[in-house]
């Protein structure tokens, strides 16, 4: 299925749920948009698991509270802003 019939689906059964639960049930579904981190904060912030991508289109994934791009090498949240933003295009999942 594609993304927006899935979206169609939950606001189909949603119809009779106030806007904020319906609004949760969406994000819980894994719906999100962009967002663009500009400080070493706001990266350290974000839970392992979590993916961005640089500037220059280099996927990083956080592991033991260090970025890891694919070819194996780590990165600090400093080393990685030095250049660029971030795009946030997974966040991994947070303990509760």
């Known amino acids: 299925m594609t993304d927006i019939y899935d ?3 939950i606001i189909h059964r949603g119809i009779r749920l106030n ?3 319906l609004a949760e049930e969406i994000i819980a579904a894994g719906f999100h948009r ?3 981190i500009t400080t070493a904060e706001e990266l350290d912030a974000l839970p392992n698991g979590s993916v961005v991508v640089d500037d220059e289109m280099a996927a990083l994934q956080k592991d033991n509270g260090r970025w890891e791009e694919l070819s ?3 990165y600090s949240s400093e080393d990685i802003l030095d ?3 971030v795009t946030v295009l997974y966040e991994g999942a947070r303990d509760e």
């Open 7 to 9: 979206l169609c689906q």
């Open 34 to 36: 962009d967002r663009t």
């Open 83 to 85: 250049i660029d933003p």
């Open 19 to 21: 806007f904020e639960d």
């Open 72 to 74: 194996g090498i780590g």
